[in-house]
Structure formats: structure tokens, C-alpha cells
């Protein structure tokens, strides 16, 4: 039965990386001593190893041991026997490249189907969803594809931000952004502001987190829902 | 000669359409009667028409008429005897495809670099560099390649916006993103802010506007540089 956690965003303003989730966290990896941590996003050009040690650091606090999927001679083999999965922020087009040129795509979405807890932050949530058409990122590598792990029946935009009417900003809005995918794709989105996350068990999807996040729809107007509502039905 | 106006935006923040460059679009189209119009960004999914319809009245308070590409049955050939070329902002990665999907990204580079006037803004500003990577667009269509018009020896991104030491957004930072580009790439990138553009006459790449621009260079401290200086040490 498939287990996710998909959060928004790794840190909150002012916050320490990933305080506001451990206790979430410890349940959700509580039958995991080790995590497998797969670095590829790299946010802001750190190494894998430094972001490995970041994410080592964080889950130590709730017991649990990391390692980097970079420290495999076989990624493929280091998925297959994972315990619990974290992929973590950063450019969602560097992430998608990396997963499809370690050929660990399938295979990641295979175990995560069959149940291996993973959890996934920003660029590591976008790929949960069916495309990751709707990133904030900039496509600072040409990946050989858009489509991604697919275990949401959706498309996510995290760090999810409304307009903000006072600015003189001329640039595109996040809506404005999002609409014009829908011209070319029915896909479903899901804005999911930071702070909130999504609680996957089996083909159960829960808000949670204290905001309501916004459900965009080709040719419907933008609708909120609440937290604690179960999102499977954008996928009917 | 090369003739290039390359507007970081069409539109300032309580002004119309193009109205901020009228006075220097009137000299810089002063032997055209008729311009080409590529309306292929679409931004917020307009129609072809709408959109053309649009920069119609815009070019028509200096007298100019606009024909939109998507008028002609042979596009190359509409780019081939052209007097004047605009390409609009929108969807950077929905322009880039159709541009290659139309077979027009190399005719419309060599007339441009054989004499064309052309003007750029946002999207249509972003293929005169030599990727489209450094776009703040969403992913909303999948190009056959990020390679670009190559006018400019250097990237672009338009619309730059400075860190907002306010925010408490944990989203990346346009700073960020183009350190991230340079993580992987060589090309310098040149932040334009809303209301700057670069005139280029051969081989001059001016910047023009009330603003300094922010240039950023692999492994390399981001520098200002001041409007009436020529760029084109950046492709040395």
C-alpha cells in the first residue's frame, strides 16, 4: 500500500530543515532504522554529499540513519532494498535528468507503489505527480522527459504563492503560470502552499498542515480546499 | 547589420501596451511600414488573433500595420520578406516549440542577423539569447531543444527581480536559480530588470533604460552594470 508524505516545502521561514515535519516524520518512517536520501536536485549547486549530510543531520534527531543514493555503485539495487525514501528539493529539471540517466525512474515509482514509505519535499514532490509541467524551477538542464513518477493522480505545484496585488511586478502570476498549462493539458493541479503537505495512504490523499491549498482545472475557475479533505477524487 | 530592441517587459506596471517604447520603436522600425508579429507565447492562452489584434493598436500610434505569422499559409516565407519583426512575450517553452515545430527558429535567426529589425519582449526577448534556460516560465509543453536564437552572446532573463530580503517565501531566489544554470553551464546570463532593454546595432549591445542590469558569470560574483554601456564583452 503506498505511503507518502508530500510536502510543500523542506523548511519553514525561520525554522530549521525539516523541524516542522519530524514528528510526522517518525511516524511515517517508524518501521525504518535507514533512509535512502537521493540528492540529485541539489539546490543552489551543493555536492551530494553535503546535501546527504544536511538530510543526516535532520533525521538523526528522530533516530534513523541516512545514506545518499550517490553512494551506491547500483542505484537501481540501493532503491530496490530502501527501508523508507526521501528525495529532497532543489531544480526539478536536474532531478528528473538524473532519474532518468541513473534509469531509477521506474523503479522508484515501482517500490513506492508497493509500499516503500517515501517521502518527497519541493522538486521531490513535483516528480510525484504525473508531469513535472507545473515546477517553479528553470530548466537549467534538458531533461528526456517531462513525465514522472506518477503516484498522484495530479500535477503539483509547491511553494504554492497567490498574487500579490500590491506589487507592480509585471511578470506572470502563479495562476497566470498555471492557467496556461491548462491550455495545452487536462491534467489536474494542485497549489499546495508551503507549510502544508499531503498524507498518501493507499489511494487516500489528506490536506494537512493549517492552510487550504488551491485546485486548479482546465476551463473551471480555481477552487480552495481545506485541510483534512481527501484530494483522490481530482483524479476521477 | 543587426538591429535589436530586446525589452526585459512589453508593459510597465499602470502603463499600456508597449506605450513606454513607442518613442524608441518609432525610430527603430522608421523604415518599415509593416511588421511581422510572432504571436506564438500566448500569454494567459490568448488566441493568435486576440493577441495580434492587440499589438495592431499598439503599432497603429505610429503608424505602422501588423500582420500576424499565423496569418500566412508559408511562414518562412513571411519571415523571409518581412520589413520589421516583433516576437511577444508569453510561454517561453510554447513559443520555443512552436518556432521549431513551424521550421521557422533558423530562418528567423539569419534574417535578423542579416538585417531585419526585429523587437523582442519577455519570451520573444529570452530566444535572442542562446538558450531558452534562463526563462522564468512554467514547463507547460515539452521543446524539441532549449536552443535558441543566439542573437545575443549570452542569456537572458527578463524580468529580473532582486531578492525581497522581506519575504518569508522559502522558494528559491532568481539569484539562485541562474547560480543553479551556472552549475552546469558556461553561458554568462544578463539579468534585465522591467523597464531596461538592450539596443543592439551589429555588434553593440547597449543598455538602455533607467536601471542597472545584474550580469552573472560562472564562478564569479554577480555585478551592476549601468545603463549606455555596451554588453558585448560578455561574449569574449
Known amino acids: 500500500m503506498k505511503k507518502l508524505i508530500i510536502a510543500s516545502t523542506s523548511t519553514l ?24 536520501f537521493i540528492p540529485y536536485a541539489r539546490p543552489g549547486g551543493i555536492s551530494h554529499d553535503d546535501y546527504t549530510e544536511n538530510v543526516r543531520l535532520a533525521f538523526a534527531k528522530i533516530n534513523k540513519s541516512v545514506k545518499g543514493l ?9 532503491i530496490q532494498s530502501a527501508q523508507g525514501l526521501f528525495t529532497g528539493g532543489g531544480n526539478t529539471f536536474l532531478l528528473v535528468s538524473q532519474l532518468y540517466g541513473n ?23 513535483n516528480i510525484a505527480g504525473l508531469t513535472m509541467q507545473t515546477t517553479n524551477d528553470m530548466p537549467i538542464i534538458y531533461p528526456p522527459s517531462f513525465k514522472t513518477l506518477g503516484l498522484l493522480p495530479f500535477n503539483l505545484n509547491p511553494h504554492y504563492l497567490d498574487a500579490d496585488l500590491q506589487s507592480k511586478h509585471m511578470g506572470e502570476t502563479r495562476e497566470t503560470r498555471i492557467k496556461e498549462f491548462h491550455n495545452f493539458n487536462t491534467i489536474p493541479v494542485l497549489g499546495l502552499r508551503e507549510g502544508s503537505w499531503l498524507e498518501v495512504t493507499g489511494e487516500k490523499i489528506i490536506l494537512k498542515g493549517n492552510l487550504s ?24
Open 103 to 125: 534509469k531509477v525512474m521506474d523503479v522508484l515509482a515501482k517500490v513506492i507503489e508497493n509500499g516503500t514509505p517515501y517521502l518527497g519535499s519541493s522538486a521531490g514532490s
Open 213 to 236: 491549498a488551491r485546485i486548479f482545472r482546465q476551463n473551471e475557475t480555481p477552487t480552495e480546499i481545506e485541510p483534512e479533505n481527501d484530494l483522490a477524487f481530482l483524479g476521477k
Open 70 to 78: 550517490h553512494e551506491f555503485d547500483n542505484p537501481i539495487e540501493a
Open 13 to 36: 521561514h525561520g525554522g530549521k530543515y525539516l523541524d516542522y515535519l519530524l514528528p510526522v516524520l517518525e511516524q511515517h518512517f517508524a518501521a525504518c532504522e535507514e533512509i535512502l
